[in-house]
């Protein structure tokens, strides 16, 4: 059955750096990859989208990479600040009569 | 142009009673889909509309339903209620014609079940 994977429950990092967060999927082959922040007790937040044929994508400070070899996507926000300390959720998907399915999700804290 | 909006935001029940949860979509957003999340986990996929009719359906008992009114609007129902049902429940709204923008999600109903 699908399964995705996000690297870890919990990563901690130091204002300033970049934060990396990957998401593998298996038994899938995804037309598109979504991201999305999640706030505590909030719903999820569509932050970029990347298609199968992309290799990355760039939205201000976030880069998204597409690796259909691999079966993986990174997830990076350069320059981080404590505001983007969230749950960031990776769902693999393939159009819009296909359900969005949902990785666990990463809680990134950043510290100051 | 107002969000996904969800109602009730908060709900208290007891095992074995019934829930409604309500949903209105994004002005001309014709999806609607409902998730269910436990704390400390992603939102579990439960049920898909589009134009009134299911899509998809995600590994839930059939005490869970669901229907689209013809404003696109859309209500979830759980019967039989039982203590591991309590959790955040979410609806989404998108476009099935583009795929740029992504699912937009309401705050969602916070369900316990005592």
């Known amino acids: 059955s699908q399964k995705i994977e996000q690297n870890s429950e919990a990563l901690n990092i130091q204002e300033g750096k970049t934060a990396t967060l990957t998401c593998n999927y298996t038994?899938?082959?995804?037309?598109?990859l979504q991201w999305y922040r999640q706030d505590p007790g909030r719903g999820p937040v569509f932050l970029l989208l990347?298609?199968?044929?992309?290799k990355e994508k760039r939205k201000e400070r976030l880069k998204v990479t597409f690796d259909t070899t691999l079966k993986q996507s990174l997830f990076h926000i350069t320059a981080s600040q404590p505001a983007d300390s969230a749950t960031y959720l990776c769902?693999?998907?393939?159009?819009?009569?296909?359900?969005?399915?949902f990785g666990k999700g990463t809680r990134l804290s950043v510290i100051a | 142009d107002a969000g996904v909006t969800q109602s009730p935001t908060h709900l208290i029940k007891t095992r074995g009673q019934h829930v409604t949860l309500r949903c209105s979509p994004i002005?001309?957003?014709?999806?609607v889909s409902w998730y269910q999340q436990v704390l400390g986990q992603g939102p579990q996929f439960i049920f898909q509309?589009?134009?009134?009719?299911?899509?998809g359906r995600g590994n839930f008992p059939d005490r869970f339903s669901a229907r689209q009114f013809p404003n696109y609007s859309s209500e979830l129902n759980v019967n039989a209620l039982l203590l591991g049902d309590s959790a955040l429940y979410l609806c989404?709204?998108?476009?099935?014609?583009?795929?740029?923008?992504?699912?937009?999600f309401g705050s969602g109903t916070r369900l316990t079940v005592v």
């Open positions: 990347i298609r199968e044929n992309e």
């Open positions: 038994n899938y082959s995804p037309a598109y």
């Open positions: 002005s001309g957003h014709k999806s």
């Open positions: 769902a693999p998907w393939n159009s819009g009569n296909t359900p969005l399915v």
């Open positions: 989404a709204s998108s476009t099935i014609q583009s795929a740029n923008y992504g699912y937009t």
């Open positions: 509309y589009y134009e009134k009719e299911e899509r």
